[in-house]
């Protein structure tokens, strides 16, 4: 097998609220077999999360460097290497999937671009909040009505900006959840089993980002899993769930390159298969825009994906025209 790469980096302008100024870099990546067979991975690196750089990753895939997800990566890149070969779409039925709108900061969202999200059918939106939670408490309020006379449920996204007491003064004064407006509370603080349980025998829908493949899969007060495609393999990770059933699934990524963001599809699809009306509306559209030539003809309508009939995860005209460099070192695998 041979490895091949294409990279890249920038930093993001300071008009995206989410990561204004933050570094980022990645690789496209090709594996190609002894008969001139290829498959692809995109590995998308975000100093804000503590990604290790795409150069230094690449330089993982010499001699023993392998990590959990250099081996995810190669999982991937075998995968649509098989996909490709047997001529298969992993890609087909991609528009069945529902997905939110991505608010990065509620406070520069009026009502006029909400109401023009719900001309595009938009009917949740994902807020991440914690910049300033006492301006973004008094938007939500002030919305109160709007998100009701829409039908409109929210995801609240803290990233665990709570302490426990924190959040439970802060939800007891604000009482969203008996206002029908919230579909869930995502990471509110760091996970602690008898205050999660608590809050969800008062009626809050909580929901867990799992970050890591190797960490306890821990299920008490928690009823939406939160699932990056980018950072586990999501069904080795739902094999080791006991009673699936009891749950929501919900995928989301970073991944802001067209390739990248059809990984992330392929596997919310393969999960689909599993957990069927399991798998919640998800968060898989682009939320950035990267250099031109990254980003394809990745196409929308409303909450949906719209990906042209392929093999594997698809882009393969554009991927025959990029510039690959050969991995330089033995690929361990």
């Known amino acids: 097998m041979k490895l091949s790469y294409y990279f890249y980096e920038s930093t993001y302008d300071n008009k995206v609220n989410r990561f204004a100024n933050a570094d980022f870099s990645g690789l496209l990546l090709k594996l190609t077999n002894e008969q001139g067979q290829s498959g692809y991975a995109n590995y998308h690196a975000l100093s804000a999360f503590g990604d290790p750089p795409a150069k230094e990753f690449l330089q993982g895939f010499k ?33 069945q999937i529902e997905n939110h709108k991505l608010i990065t900061d509620p406070l520069s969202c009026d009502k006029s671009k909400m109401e023009e999200l719900l001309q595009n059918n938009f009917r949740i939106f994902k807020l991440k909040m914690g910049r300033d939670l006492t301006k973004e408490s008094l938007w939500l ?47 509110p ?25 190797t960490e306890p899969i821990l299920t008490k007060g928690i009823e939406v899993f939160v699932l990056k495609p980018a950072l586990l393999n999501i069904i080795e990770w739902l094999k080791k769930l006991e009673n699936p059933k009891k749950y929501r699934f919900v995928v989301t990524h970073y991944m802001d390159t067209a390739l990248g963001v059809a990984q992330a599809t392929a596997s919310a699809l393969k999960l689909k298969f599993f957990v069927k009306e399991g798998l919640g509306v998800c968060g898989l559209l682009p939320a950035n825009q990267l250099p031109k030539n990254l980003q394809w003809d990745l196409q929308t309508r409303g909450p949906h994906l719209l990906f042209k009939d392929d093999m594997g995860i698809g882009f393969t005209e554009e991927l025959n025209q990029i510039a690959w460099t050969s991995f330089d070192g033995k690929l361990a695998m």
């Open 63 to 95: 001699n023993d460097g392998l990590t959990v997800r250099h081996h995810l990566i190669l999982q991937y890149l075998q995968q649509d290497l098989q996909n490709r070969i047997h001529s298969t779409d992993a890609l087909a039925g991609a528009f």
């Open 141 to 187: 309020t002030r919305h109160i009505e709007f998100f009701k006379a829409n039908k409109i449920l929210l995801r609240l996204d803290f990233n665990e900006c709570f302490k426990i007491d924190e959040f439970e003064k802060w939800q007891k004064e604000l009482q969203l959840h008996k206002q029908a407006i919230i579909d869930y509370y995502e990471d």
């Open 189 to 213: 603080c760091p996970y602690e089993e008898s205050a999660w349980q608590k809050w969800q025998l008062q009626g809050l829908a909580l929901a867990k980002d799992v970050r890591f493949s």
